[in-house]
Nanobody, 122 residues
């Protein structure tokens, strides 16, 4: 079973920064794509940023220039550095992994973490 564990959420003032981390585990050989999604109260889950195993990235327009996604392929970690945070960034942030290759095969995904809450408020 692949598990994704997010950390780093919390309360931050507008203009502040946070760094989210997601650790993937479960006899993983390689993960083709990892990403972050978010869901605000009363809204649908939306893409924030994704990154491929070769480092290709994709960002939602609303976070371009403020958020940076990166990953450690050896440790199966993905990060989201969030700067210049706005109240509208308040949401539960979910880690995603897709195209997961495991030691003994199995379902390639997508897999989801349980989420970490980010609250931007003064």
């Amino acid at each position: 079973q692949v598990q994704l564990l997010e950390s780093g959420g919390g309360l931050v003032q507008p203009g502040g920064s946070l760094r989210l981390t997601c650790a993937a585990s479960g006899r993983i050989v390689r993960i083709n794509a990892m990403g972050w999604y978010r869901q605000a109260p009363g809204k649908e889950r939306e893409l924030v940023a994704t990154i491929t195993s070769s480092g290709g990235t994709n960002y939602a327009d609303s976070v371009k220039g403020r958020f940076t996604i990166s990953r450690d392929n050896v440790k199966n970690l993905v990060y989201l550095q969030m700067n210049s945070l706005k109240p509208e960034d308040t949401a539960v942030y979910y880690c995603n992994a897709d195209g997961v290759i495991r030691t003994y095969g199995g379902f390639p995904g997508p897999y989801w973490g349980e989420g970490t809450l980010v609250t931007v408020s003064s």
